[in-house]
């Protein structure tokens, strides 16, 4: 069931690539309310788990444990990372094995080509995606549409 899983997140990280992504200069009124919602709900996550974030000017939220020793990806690099996906309330929707699974970061969600970039090999942490950056008002699996994400990441190798 976990290689299902992940290979059905392997799927629709590749999949999601296709998709023209909502952005917030180019969302309706009825996003933008979307998007100022999962800002609230990661800025509430995070003063609820005490974390030291930084915030993109996409509004990727990120937490480097470990910056890593190794090399670092660009956005267009192949990487190997082990994950955990899961929602503000602590339930998972996926998550890899320990080896982790591989692909490129042009083939992946936008939170994933811009957040994987602050890690170096070895590193790891958390990335805090509101939906634009991740699956938009689309359902994809078991996570539904407009969902706030949380990955714990670890950069296995940049391939």
Same mark, same amino acid.
Do not use: R
């Given at each position: 069931?976990?290689?299902?899983?992940?290979?059905?997140?392997? !799927?629709?990280?590749?999949?999601?690539?296709?998709?023209?992504?909502?952005? #917030?200069?180019?969302?309706?009124?009825? +996003? =933008?309310? *979307?998007?100022?919602?999962?800002?609230?709900?990661?800025?509430?996550?995070?003063?609820?788990?005490?974390?030291?974030?930084?915030?993109?000017?996409?509004? !990727?939220?990120?937490?480097?444990?470990?910056?890593?020793?190794?090399?670092? #990806?660009?956005?267009?690099?192949?990487? +190997? =990372?082990? *994950?955990?996906?899961?929602?503000?309330?602590?339930?998972?929707?996926?998550?890899?094995?320990?080896?982790?699974?591989?692909?490129?970061l042009n083939q992946v969600i936008k939170a994933w080509t811009e957040g994987i970039p602050h890690f170096k090999t070895g590193g790891s942490g958390i990335l805090l995606v509101p939906s634009h950056l991740g699956y938009g008002s689309n359902d994809m699996g078991p996570i539904p549409?407009?969902?706030?994400?949380?990955?714990?990441?670890?950069?296995?190798?940049?391939?």
């Amino acid at each position: 069931m976990k290689h299902l899983l992940s290979a059905l997140v392997a !799927l629709t990280l590749l999949i999601s690539c296709n998709k023209k992504e909502a952005t #917030p200069e180019t969302t309706t009124e009825a +996003t =933008v309310d *979307y998007v100022a919602k999962n800002n609230k709900e990661i800025t509430d996550y995070i003063a609820k788990n005490n974390l030291k974030a930084e915030k993109s000017d996409s509004g !990727l939220y990120y937490v480097v444990t470990d910056p890593g020793t190794g090399k670092q #990806p660009t956005a267009e690099s192949n990487v +190997t =990372v082990a *994950y955990k996906g899961y929602f503000t309330n602590g339930n998972v929707f996926d998550q890899s094995g320990p080896e982790g699974i591989s692909f490129g970061l042009n083939q992946v969600i936008k939170a994933w080509t811009e957040g994987i970039p602050h890690f170096k090999t070895g590193g790891s942490g958390i990335l805090l995606v509101p939906s634009h950056l991740g699956y938009g008002s689309n359902d994809m699996g078991p996570i539904p549409g407009n969902s706030v994400l949380i990955f714990d990441v670890k950069l296995i190798s940049v391939n």
